[in-house]
């Protein structure tokens, strides 16, 4: 395995130089960011020096989920992990290491359409710390572990948020073993669940701090460094390393005040993948940057769609403006913000949700007009229920979605006895119910004809 070890770079022709060999620093090249992903496989040493060549991976279809990166205020010095958090129109970032050394200070600014505001230095955090795990509950900020000076820790810190920055910090109870930024820590319902390598434990926030941390299932392989995002009940960790090297497993697990549940494998990230952020904003799932096996940083972002069924397919989006490993992000009212890692630039993008709608083909016609359904932005592996004018008689009952959330071929239907004009159409996956017109352009009925017990049907036009 080869894990990313040098700070600075410079491009010479697809070949990649890396600096002088320093403890603790991280590859980085300055390839275009339009070439949308570079894996660094074949190396020598030359002296004090690491030379690289770039293989380059032909871009994926874009989608549109994710707009256009925009610079916006810097942060005040260079850094790379920190954890950064959101949270009532604010983004509060812990720590970093500032030229291979850790840091205790702490900055807020205001976030919104506009970009970040600008930085203020508030409450620095108790002692210097590199990569700590900080995640947001009920206006308290918890960290948790991360590397030192002195070397992997245990400690724990929390403290009040508010538009005025952050309160004072105080300790509480401590991670049950040390950590060196291999934890991944989320907050949901009043608890907090953090995974490193195999191990998962669990407590209760407050306003008091962390309670007493507790042993539950443990991750399915020992991932060191996966990324773990928390939507709904659910827990979801990309990424990491595992077999001493990056692996691209996905798992998902309930989560609740008794624990985590078992878990459960899911759609795998398109590649293995480390040090990249993970973030969730209208049930899809964001991932940003990281670093692949071999050691290649990557500027691509993807999103999948989850849900109690897990994560659906994942997709290309708008690239990151450069590579980056152990970027920190937050994602708030429809904005990813991302910090750190290379200099100071701080960029943030809009997140345009996916839009649930149906399609007909064809959209008009005669009764008995055969007619498929198509659609996007459902929820993933469901079943629906078809009407036709809020009726279900006649109506498909084998339509479903697929990994994406798209309503898979072979939906169709076939019009019943319409008068003329516009109808309804209605799909429903429990959550979503988009609708879409068909029109009748010739209709008929089928009315009594004839007296007495010798009844027979008769079509006229409408």
Same mark, same amino acid.
């Given at each position: 395995?080869?894990?990313?070890?040098?700070?600075?770079?410079?491009?010479?022709?697809?070949?990649?130089?890396?600096?002088?060999?320093?403890?603790?620093?991280?590859?980085?090249?300055?390839?275009?960011?339009?070439?949308?992903?570079?894996?660094?496989?074949?190396?020598?040493?030359?002296?004090?020096?690491?030379?690289?060549?770039?293989?380059?991976?032909?871009?994926?279809?874009?989608?549109?989920?994710? =707009?256009?990166?925009?610079?916006?205020?810097?942060?005040?010095?260079?850094?790379?992990?920190?954890?950064?958090?959101?949270?009532? /129109?604010?983004?509060?970032?812990?720590?970093?290491?500032?030229?291979?050394?850790?840091?205790?200070?702490?900055?807020?600014?205001?976030? &919104?359409?506009?970009?970040?505001? &600008?930085?203020?230095?508030?409450? #620095?955090?108790?002692?210097?710390?590199?990569?700590?795990?900080?995640?947001?509950?009920? *206006?308290?900020?918890?960290?948790? +572990?991360?590397?030192?000076?002195?070397?992997?820790?245990?400690?724990?810190?929390?403290?009040?948020?508010?538009?005025? =920055?952050? /309160?004072?910090?105080?300790? $509480?109870?401590?991670?049950?073993?040390?950590?060196?930024?291999?934890?991944?820590?989320?907050?949901?319902? =009043?608890?907090?669940?953090?995974? $490193?390598?195999?191990? @998962?434990?669990?407590?209760?926030?407050?306003?008091?701090?962390?309670?007493?941390?507790?042993?539950?299932? #443990?991750?399915?392989?020992?991932?060191? !460094?996966?990324?773990?995002?928390?939507?709904?009940?659910?827990?979801?960790?990309?990424?990491?390393?595992?077999?001493?090297?990056?692996?691209?497993? @996905?798992?998902?697990?309930?989560?609740?005040? &008794? +624990?985590?549940?078992?878990?459960?494998?899911?759609?795998?990230?398109?590649?293995?993948?480390?040090?990249?952020?993970?973030?969730?904003?209208?049930?899809?799932?964001?991932?940003?940057? *990281?670093?692949?096996?071999?050691?290649?940083?990557?500027?691509?972002?993807?999103?999948?769609?989850?849900?109690?069924?897990?994560?659906?397919?994942?997709?290309?989006?708008?690239?990151?403006?450069?590579?980056?490993?152990?970027?920190?992000?937050?994602?708030? /009212? +429809?904005?990813?913000?991302?910090?750190?890692?290379? *200099?100071?630039?701080?960029?943030?993008?809009?997140?345009?949700?996916?839009?649930?709608?149906?399609?007909?083909?064809?959209?008009?016609?005669?009764?008995?007009?055969?007619?498929?359904?198509? !659609?996007?932005?459902?929820?993933?592996?469901?079943?629906?229920?078809?009407?036709?004018?809020?009726?279900?008689?006649?109506?498909?009952?084998?339509?479903? $979605?697929?990994?994406? +959330?798209?309503?898979?071929?072979?939906?169709?239907?076939?019009?019943?006895?319409?008068?003329?004009?516009?109808?309804?159409?209605?799909?429903?996956? /429990?959550?979503?119910?988009?609708?879409?017109?068909?029109?009748?352009?010739?209709?008929?009925?089928?009315?009594?004809? !004839? !007296?007495?017990?010798?009844?027979?049907?008769?079509?006229?036009?409408?």
């Amino acid at each position: 395995m080869f894990r990313p070890l040098f700070r600075t770079t410079r491009a010479l022709q697809g070949v990649y130089v890396a600096g002088p060999i320093k403890k603790r620093s991280i590859l980085r090249f300055t390839a275009s960011p339009n070439v949308p992903l570079a894996v660094l496989l074949l190396f020598t040493i030359l002296g004090s020096m690491l030379v690289f060549t770039a293989i380059h991976v032909p871009q994926l279809a874009s989608a549109e989920s994710l =707009g256009a990166w925009t610079p916006t205020a810097n942060y005040p010095f260079r850094v790379e992990g920190l954890s950064c958090a959101a949270s009532g /129109g604010y983004i509060y970032c812990v720590g970093g290491d500032y030229n291979n050394g850790s840091v205790y200070h702490v900055y807020y600014a205001r976030i &919104s359409s506009s970009g970040v505001g &600008s930085w203020a230095h508030t409450k #620095s955090y108790p002692l210097e710390v590199t990569e700590p795990s900080c995640a947001i509950s009920g *206006g308290y900020i918890y960290c948790v +572990g991360g590397s030192g000076y002195s070397g992997p820790i245990a400690a724990v810190y929390f403290a009040q948020i508010s538009s005025s =920055g952050v /309160g004072a910090w105080a300790n $509480t109870t401590s991670y049950p073993r040390t950590t060196s930024g291999q934890q991944s820590c989320v907050t949901s319902g =009043g608890y907090i669940y953090c995974m $490193t390598g195999s191990s @998962v434990y669990y407590a209760t926030v407050s306003s008091s701090g962390v309670g007493t941390w507790t042993l539950t299932t #443990s991750y399915p392989i020992d991932d060191s !460094g996966a990324v773990c995002t928390a939507y709904g009940d659910f827990v979801y960790c990309v990424g990491g390393y595992a077999d001493s090297d990056q692996t691209a497993a @996905v798992y998902y697990a309930p989560i609740s005040s &008794s +624990g985590v549940g078992a878990w459960t494998r899911t759609t795998s990230y398109p590649f293995a993948i480390s040090g990249q952020f993970c973030g969730v904003f209208g049930g899809y799932m964001y991932c940003v940057t *990281g670093a692949t096996s071999g050691g290649g940083l990557v500027a691509a972002v993807y999103y999948a769609p989850i849900s109690s069924s897990g994560v659906g397919a994942w997709t290309r989006t708008t690239n990151y403006p450069n590579y980056q490993w152990k970027i920190s992000c937050a994602i708030s /009212g +429809g904005y990813i913000y991302c910090v750190g890692a290379i *200099g100071w630039t701080v960029y943030y993008a809009p997140i345009t949700p996916i839009t649930t709608s149906i399609h007909l083909s064809p959209s008009s016609g005669n009764v008995g007009t055969s007619v498929t359904i198509a !659609g996007v932005g459902l929820n993933i592996s469901h079943n629906l229920t078809v009407m036709y004018d809020n009726s279900t008689a006649g109506m498909p009952t084998t339509c479903i $979605t697929d990994a994406s +959330g798209n309503i898979s071929s072979g939906c169709t239907f076939t019009v019943p006895t319409s008068a003329l004009g516009p109808h309804t159409v209605t799909v429903s996956d /429990g959550t979503y119910v988009p609708t879409a017109t068909f029109t009748v352009r010739v209709g008929w009925h089928i009315v009594p004809h !004839g !007296g007495g017990s010798h009844m027979c049907p008769r079509m006229i036009p409408t």
